[in-house]
């Protein structure tokens, strides 16, 4: 059967979806973005990203003009590619439980149009088994394509610079889609590395799980140095200072986004919830907003004063404010303060965000909840700071090394907490 398009990616204008598929154009293949977002397929078709990726717009603007990039929002159109690559994930349910009912629908929705000529690909991160289970949905509706699990493992906001250079996961529940999807993706990594579905399944979950873990270890050992009245921050530089095995400790703050809580959550429900250290890390990541708030509020009036939060995205330097612990922060410190005022040089989806400047001049107290490299070199003066990074630095206040009154000393008084 002849196609008209090399691939499809189903849920293709969002952040994993369309690095893969502005990729995949750049290496010759001829993709057909599908997505239920028409303003998002708009401005894709304007050669503009709706969200930040380095390096991805000008290689959009390429594949479009080279007629290697279609965009769709009718399901239809999945028949006339040769694989399907479908980026919709499972998330959890308010039990902490994978919720499979995502994919399904997504299928369900597809299932007129799938053929057993086509590879299916499932790409965002999935619950043990779940590839093994979505075939065999699929051959209970009468549907018999080969089916894949190809995790994707970038960083977002890098996600072009990352599919170029590293190697590529594949798997199939048969040989046959397995070497289907290695053929695909070797047209732009840089190596295959062949494994059974549900070893792929735990390679992306490990490694979320463990990036998880590492965060709460940095932020438990923070908080250890804090109940003793030590700077974190003198420890860890010295625990790094020319000592290579130590090098790898990430500095302590808000652990958050889309996926690392979620995968770990995930890894747990898998385990019967014999995943102890997963669970103490979640408490501990989790902890991290409460504690900012218990210790301001032990040392200031909170009901007398206005609280600006910097940074609502869940990482430094991106958009994306999914999961993002700041508004953890926001909902607990609106509980107790005055009022809370929030900002991001970066986020284009909460209306409620205001100017950098006015967020200053209005607030009594200011909390770096996400290290921007554009609040470099901010002017705070008279303000209590809450540095829950070390981005700006540590001062040495004179009394407990948490916080002191600003208007007590002529720059600002800056409190570390964070990674």
Known sequence: MGFLFDLCVVGGAGHVGLPLSIVFASAGQRVLIYDVNPESLAIIGQGRLPFMESGAEPLLRKALDDGLLALTSDPAQVAAAAALVVVIGTPIDEFLNPSLKDILRCLDGLLPYISDDQLLILRSTVYPGVTEAVAKY????????????????????????????????????????????????????????????????????????????????????????????????????????????????????????????????????????????????????????MFVLDQLASRHPLAEMTVGLLGMAFKADNDDSRSSLSYKLKKLVAFQAKEVLTTDPHVTADPALLPLEEVISRSDIIILCVPHTAYKGLSLPGKIVVDIWNFWGETKPAEPPWMAWAETKPAATLVSSGR
């Open 138 to 289: 699929l051959a209970s509706k009468g549907k018999y394509p080969k089916v894949s699990f190809c995790p994707e493992r970038i960083v977002q906001g890098k996600a072009v610079q990352e599919l170029l250079t590293l190697p590529q996961i594949v798997s199939g529940t048969t040989r046959e889609a397995e070497d289907a999807a290695a053929l695909l993706f070797d047209t732009f990594a840089p190596e295959i590395v062949r494994m059974s579905p549900t070893e792929a399944e735990m390679v992306k979950l490990f490694s979320n799980a463990y990036r998880y873990i590492q965060f709460a270890t940095t932020n438990q050992f923070y908080l250890i140095a804090r109940a003793a009245g030590v700077d974190y921050y003198r420890v860890l530089e010295g625990m790094k200072h020319n000592y290579p095995r130590m090098e790898d400790v990430p500095r302590a703050g808000f652990a958050a986004g889309p996926c690392l809580y979620k995968d770990t959550m995930q890894l747990a429900s898998f385990y019967k919830n014999q995943f102890s250290i997963g669970h103490a890390a979640m408490l501990v990541n989790e902890s991290m907003p």
